[in-house]
């Protein structure tokens, strides 16, 4: 089997969409808001909730399969701060295909500079 690249899901995650991710998980760090604690660490914008990646990548596999697929493994591991008013670029690439369960190796990109946000990554998809 050959292997398919998928058409990427492209995001812009800006301040107000961290903070409703924030309410919905019920995760206040400072980090993804509080400009002085961010000014003391060097850092001169939120930083995006390392979760939120998760999301967004269900999101893709959902586009990408159909709202009747079932995601039953999604792992991922971070590479770099993302922060906010960056958008992001989800790829995906069909690795493997059996017994109607699809293997997709995934990774998350800055789209403006190329810089690689999470990787490796890769989901099992179990299709209708």
Known sequence: ???????????????????????????????????????????????VDGQVFGAYLAIALREWFGPDAEITKLSFRFKNLVFAGETIRCHGTLRDLKDRHAVVDLRVEVADDGRVAVAPAEATVRLP
């Open 1 to 47: 089997m050959s292997s398919a690249e998928y058409p990427p899901l492209e995001r812009t995650i800006d301040l107000p969409d961290m903070i409703a991710y924030a309410g919905a998980t019920w995760d206040w760090h400072r980090l993804h808001y509080d400009q002085a604690y961010l000014a003391a660490r060097g850092l001169d914008r939120p930083v």
